[in-house]
Structures are given as C-alpha cells and as structure tokens.
C-alpha cells in the first residue's frame, strides 16, 4: 500500500511505495481545504456516542448534512461538539457512488510532523508533468 503526502504550499503530491522503494511526484493544483463543517450545512440533531449515563462514558455528536450541487454530491458528517472534532464522513456523488472516511485516534497537533516530509527517495523523483487525475479527483469530493 502506498503513502500520500501532499504538499499544497509547494504544490506537489509523493506517492510513497515503501516495500517497492519507489517514489512519483506529481504537480498538486487542488487548493488545501481544511476538514469542517460547511458554512451551508444544516444541523441534522445531536446524538451520544456510548452512553450518557455515567461522567466520561459518552461523547456528543452533531450531525450534519448538505449538497454540493456543482459536484453532484450530497454528504452527512459527524463532529464531536466539544472540540469540532471529525468522526466521519459520508459522501454521495453522482456517477460515482459513495465515499465513506471515518477518523480514528485523533490527537490534539501533530505528535511527528516528520511524518509529513517525503523520504530522501523522493529527493531524485521526477516530477510528472501531469496531475494525478484520480488523486484530484478525489481530493475534490473529500476536502
């Protein structure tokens, strides 16, 4: 399996293949956009995930949803609501059928941002000079 990293200030993308020791760059000219709430979305309700019945045993959740009619897309996410905090996503574009993200682990900062450094291999890739279109396009209905 491979490692994505995309770089969108210096608007490039690595797919890193460790086991094959390979790396492909490619131009990235899909703007970053942040995981949240859209301004547009309607609140569906509020729900607790676990149980409310004893301190610390449950988290609440707010339910969203709404449409990007310009992709064709319909979409329902879930957000803790203290911390806006992601738990997941379901998106349903046309043509193209669902697109399921659910966050597990998360942690307040990044604990390594080493992690998002391409390995020296990447260092001697060339650069492709197309976009990854399925990338792209992907990046489009997720972000």
Sequence with gaps: MA??????????SYEISYPNQTCKKAPLKTPFRPIEIPPDAKLLGKVVLGTNLAPGMGVLINAWAGAVPVLK???KLAFTEFGCLPISSQIHVENVGWIFTNFYNLVIGIEDPNEFIPPPSCDKAELQQTENEELKEFLRFII
Excluded at 3 to 12: S, W
């Design 73 to 75: 897309a319909k979409y």
């Design 3 to 12: 490692q994505l990293i995309c770089c969108f200030l210096q608007g490039v």
